[in-house]
């Protein structure tokens, strides 16, 4: 059983919105600190942003524009992003680890979705 399963991708103008849901099982989800991470062509996965039960973190170069936030009772988090820039271009994955510091460093433990297509056109 995959337990986290994303989705809301697809191709959107620079300047557009998307919002990307990931779906956890009540295992998972319900205390763990679930992450969104993304993947360029040609570079390795990178941080995005993740939330805990009380707090947010963003990696920088979405602080701003990006949004996460979750649902406990429907097991979803989500990723609003807003004002796209075609560096934004990338597979992006849904991701769980019980402590923030493993899961931005993409440690052991780490669950992961199987990754939605982002594509920004400038």
């Known amino acids: 059983q995959v337990p986290l399963v994303e989705s809301g991708g697809g191709l959107v103008q620079a300047g557009g919105s998307l919002t990307l849901s990931c779906v956890g099982s009540?295992?998972?989800?319900?205390?763990?600190?679930m992450g969104w991470f993304r993947q360029a062509p040609g570079k390795g996965r990178e941080y995005v942003a993740a939330?805990?039960?009380?707090?947010?973190n963003y990696e920088d170069s979405v602080k701003g524009r990006f949004t996460i936030s979750r649902d406990n009772a429907g097991n979803t988090v989500y990723l609003r992003m807003n004002d796209l820039k075609p560096e934004d271009t990338a597979v992006y994955y849904c991701?769980?680890?019980?402590?923030?510091?493993?899961?931005?460093?993409?440690?052991?433990?780490?669950?992961w979705g199987q990754g939605t297509q982002v594509t920004v056109s400038s």
């Open positions: 991701a769980a680890n019980p402590d923030l510091m493993r899961l931005r460093r993409q440690l052991g433990g780490t669950y």
């Open positions: 939330i805990s039960s009380s707090s947010t």
């Open positions: 009540g295992r998972i989800f319900s205390s763990y600190i």
